[in-house]
């Protein structure tokens, strides 16, 4: 072999042999296709880490992938043209969307927020769209660009969702705008042409659009309801409307026949917080008609009618001296009397001591109050000195009507009757005193009235 081929060979060699050297951790492109050659110079397969948190992948052919999936230990990458897995919001196909985590991972049966919309991605990994039940009768809703609603409607199959700030359809009575109110069952759909009940037998009606309703509202066979301004039924009330006054009975209907007492006493504004009402209806110069009246359910029942006596000025205005039983409605507070202890229903009770004195002086600091004391001048009732044999034992049984800071008198008591007018009490006999003090618990009202048409102002 001559000199120059021995040069040409030893040449080749150090080629081949450079030419293996510079194909180590570095890329190469054949027939346009990329690959990777690691450490000891093979071309790589798998997941690549490299860069800052960057990731590629080489099939079993050690060709990159681009544009395509690729699923390792059963989760999927998906790597663009430049050959990157991707980290983000990836939109696809026909308005299909995916996410692909930091880790470039897809995300599947798990949320994400991006620019402070929510996404949810199902088990296939695309985001999804309209409701999605979860958790405890939980609902969401997901319009047509993959974002959960929040604070906004959603129709779907005709029936209205409304979606929350946190992205849940709600449940129960919401208001909204110019004192509107609707309302959504425990399905999350809204009422529309039906009813409602809620707490304390609150009924509404929501109409065709889905807002609760005011005012009269005509259904069935001439049947006729009102709802107030805070969209609530009336039972057992009047209500005027234009020139014309109905009175709605315990059902909520209107009523065509003559209105009966108990439907009175059911329509007083008192009625809706007392459990017991006592009305004391004046029917000559001092006498009146008192009538204890007990509730059951929305119903109310006369349960003592008595003959009483009033003040020698009747009912009316009353002040410090006046003789006249104070009109209006009072709280009855407490029932006092001579024996240490009565049956009541829940009211309070105290036995007059020896040193029970009831303030009438308007210029005591106790005025109108029931204070024991060693001594009180003589303008105040020493309430022993009435506890005797009759006619002076008024105060055998009492029950207090709390007028206190009406400025309107003072001392103003139930109590048994004798044969005289009295000083603005209210008297009756002690048999129907003792049956009125056994019914009366802590929710227990008189309304003083001279004629029965005024009950409807209390």
């Known amino acids: 072999m001559d ?68 699923t390792v230990n059963n989760k999927l990458y998906y790597f663009g043209s430049n050959g990157d897995a991707i980290t983000g919001l990836r939109h696809y196909g026909n308005n299909k969307l995916e996410y692909y985590g930091s880790d470039h991972v897809q995300y599947r049966n798990r949320y994400a927020t991006v620019n402070n919309k929510l996404y949810y991605f199902g088990s296939n990994g695309d985001a999804i769209t309209g409701l999605r039940h ?66 304390k037998n609150k009924l509404y009606y929501f109409g065709g659009n889905g807002d609760a309703i005011t005012g009269l509202r005509h259904y069935g066979n001439n049947k006729l309801e009102f709802y107030g301004t805070d969209h609530i039924q009336y039972r057992n009330r009047y ?40 009305t004391v209806v004046q029917n ?20 003592l009618t008595s003959s009483s006596r009033i003040g020698n000025g009747g009912i009316g205005s009353s002040h410090e001296g ?23 229903n829940g009211m309070s009770y105290r036995q ?26 003589n303008k105040n009732e020493h309430l022993i000195d009435y506890t005797k044999a009759a006619p002076h034992n008024q105060y055998e049984l009492a029950v207090v009507m709390d007028n206190h800071g009406q400025n309107n008198g003072s001392g103003f008591f139930i109590h048994v009757k004798n044969q005289w007018a009295t000083e603005g009490c209210v008297s009756i006999n002690l048999s129907d005193m003792r049956t009125l003090v056994s019914h009366l618990g802590n929710q227990a009202y008189v309304v003083n009235v001279q004629n029965q048409a005024q009950l409807n102002n209390y």
């Open 284 to 303: 000559g110069g001092s006498t009146a008609t008192l009538k204890l009246w007990q509730k059951q359910g929305n119903a109310w029942q006369n349960i």
């Open 3 to 70: 000199k120059r081929a021995i040069t040409l060979n030893v040449k080749l060699v150090a080629n081949t042999i450079q030419s293996k050297q510079t194909i180590r951790n570095k890329y190469q492109w054949r027939d346009n296709k990329l690959y990777y050659y690691g450490n000891d110079g093979q071309p790589i397969t798998g997941l690549r880490h490299y860069g800052n948190n960057k990731l590629e992948y080489y099939g079993s052919d050690h060709i990159q992938y681009r544009n395509r999936y690729a």
């Open 352 to 377: 007059i001591k020896q040193n029970s004195y009831w303030i009438e002086d308007p210029n005591d600091s106790q005025y109108n109050t029931w204070q024991d004391r060693s001594w009180a001048n």
């Open 239 to 278: 209500a005027t409307v234009g020139n014309h006054r109905y009175y709605f009975g315990s059902n909520g209907d209107a009523v065509s026949e003559p209105q009966t007492e108990a439907d009175i006493i059911a329509s007083m504004r008192v009625a809706q917080k007392a459990q017991q009402i006592v």
């Open 322 to 344: 006046s003789s006249t039983t104070p009109q209006g409605v009072y709280h009855l507070s407490f029932a006092f009397g001579k024996t240490a202890s009565v049956k009541t």
């Open 134 to 199: 979860y958790g405890n009768n939980k609902l969401e809703f997901y319009g047509s660009n993959h974002i959960q609603y929040r604070n906004r409607y959603a129709t779907v199959n005709n029936q209205l969702y409304y979606f929350s700030s946190n992205g849940d359809a709600i449940t129960g009575l919401r208001h909204y705008g110019n004192n509107k109110l609707e309302y959504y069952g425990t399905n999350h759909i809204q009422y529309r042409n039906r009813y409602y009940t809620a707490a």
